[in-house]
């Protein structure tokens, strides 16, 4: 008795939003089965079976945020940890792409991940203990053609993230990015294309050469398995870095190089992984 008492006590309790599908999903099922108390969130109720329990939260809406942690402080009486997932991504020129649709993107993968750390920052200073991992991209340290406000955003929630370190962790709030590449998820058939490349002819011809290339290197991703162990070896280890990054290694290479070689190195690299 005194054994099953001490093994609910060590369970961790861990939030994972957009955790429906993709890579949320990937990670909080298996977090479920190394043993953690694992909840999802969903951006409405009644969504796709999953292993693990999900609630509804829309992270583009303060109150969603604010009842989805109160449902699941309610249901295990703590948080652990929180990983940042949700998200979505608009693809084409940042000259065609409306300003309602930037606002969108920045609303969701930038707001959405504060509105969820403004929510269990107060529990876990409480606690005295916590992680916050942000799924940020390669996109947040290599801006990309064709997926300037993604890259915006994310390169937004870099910044922010390494600020937000400095400041939690005299309250044992550990605060990490993970930095992926390009995994076989099914977030390529999720992205949307801003409006204007639907009917625009200016930058037609290097966006089909560039969605082709893209085609071409996510068919051949992995699947996301190495970010959901990345994600249990953070919440084990007491002392994580700030950033990590996962993926293939030829998509990888270009965050190093892109430290030592002249910016027109890399962007002849990229106009060749790009087909531009």
């Given amino acids: 008795m005194k054994g099953q008492i001490m093994s609910v006590i060590d369970e961790k ?3 994972v939003t957009g955790a429906s599908s993709g890579i949320g999903k990937t990670i909080a099922e298996h977090l479920q089965a190394r043993g953690f108390r694992v909840f999802g969130t969903q951006r409405r109720a009644g969504g796709r079976e999953n292993a693990v329990p999900l609630i509804s939260m829309d992270v583009d809406d303060d109150e969603s945020v604010q009842q989805g942690v109160q449902k699941i402080c309610q249901a295990a009486g703590r948080l652990d940890a929180v990983i940042n997932n949700a998200g979505f991504a608009f693809l084409g020129a940042v000259e065609e792409t409306s300003l309602a649709e930037a606002k969108a ?5 930038f707001f959405g991940v504060l509105r969820v750390c403004k929510a269990v920052l107060p529990i876990m200073r409480g606690q005295g203990s916590g992680y916050l991992i942000n799924i940020s991209s390669l996109g947040g340290v290599l801006g990309t053609p064709f997926s300037g406000l993604y890259c915006a955003a994310k ?3 870099e910044g922010m993230s390494e600020s937000l370190r400095f400041e939690t962790n005299q309250f044992g ?3 990490v990015l993970i930095e992926p590449g390009d995994f076989k998820t099914g977030f390529t058939l999720a992205r949307r294309l801003v409006e204007a490349s639907k009917t625009s002819a200016v930058y037609r ?3 089909r050469r560039f969605m082709e290339a893209q085609s071409r290197e996510e068919a051949n991703a992995p699947t996301p398995e190495p970010i959901a162990y990345l994600a249990e070896r953070i919440l084990n280890d007491p002392n994580p870095r700030l950033r990590y990054n996962v993926g293939m290694l ?3 290479i270009v965050i190093p190089l892109k430290r ?3 910016q ?3 962007e002849w690299i990229l106009r060749r992984s790009f087909s531009m």
């Fill in 13 to 15: 309790v861990v939030l």
């Fill in 105 to 109: 993107q920045f609303e969701t993968n």
């Fill in 155 to 157: 390169f937004a929630l």
């Fill in 173 to 175: 709030v550990k605060v």
């Fill in 205 to 207: 011809e290097s966006f």
């Fill in 250 to 252: 030829s998509q990888r």
């Fill in 260 to 262: 030592f070689l002249p």
């Fill in 264 to 266: 027109g190195a890399v």
